[in-house]
């Protein structure tokens, strides 16, 4: 096949053409790969990294602290700073729409999002990089957000309650 594919390539003198003749485009299917298929994780809304459109769990290596995706405290109306990779392995819960306004634990979120796989944060520095944007950019996101600052780890904790 690969001697076939050079054999094919190399009787062309425009690439363009070539490429262009193609069944798949390969700037679709690099796309597509790169993009991934669109959806968010359903706390933080980083993209699903699984590429295409064919995967059964949605998944993302770094998640990011869940008030980068909007959620906040109910009670205080701040940006949440944790991330929803240690609360769905927690005592915590969540409130929002997909709930149809009820608590629901963190730890079941699969059986509100059972197209999302949500592993605890092995990758220490990379999740480490968004805390640090959350905590740089906090008024700006809380201003665009239309939300409070959040608490950033060195100032105290969050609630045990929180809202999308």
């Not at 929002?96 to 796989?117: R, V």
Request: glycine share 6%; net charge negative.
């Amino acid at each position: 096949m690969d001697e076939q594919l050079q054999e094919e390539f190399s009787k062309s003198e425009d690439i363009t053409e070539t490429v262009n003749k193609l069944p798949t485009k390969p700037q679709d299917e690099l796309f597509n790969r790169v993009f991934g298929c669109g959806q968010q994780c359903p706390f933080c809304k980083v993209p699903c990294e699984a590429g295409g459109k064919k995967h059964i769990k949605h998944h993302a290596a770094v998640h990011r602290p869940q008030g980068l995706g909007r959620y906040r405290i109910i009670d205080t109306q701040k940006l949440m700073e944790t991330m929803c990779t240690t609360d769905v392995h927690g005592e915590r819960q969540f409130i929002c729409a997909d709930t149809n306004g009820e608590w629901h634990p963190y730890k079941e979120y699969s059986t509100i999002y059972p197209d999302w796989l949500i592993p605890p944060d092995y990758t220490r520095e990379a999740s480490d990089y968004w805390k640090y944007v959350l905590v740089k950019y906090n008024d700006s996101f809380a201003q665009e957000y239309n939300a409070k600052p959040a608490d950033v780890p060195e100032h105290g904790g969050a609630s045990q309650r929180n809202k999308h």
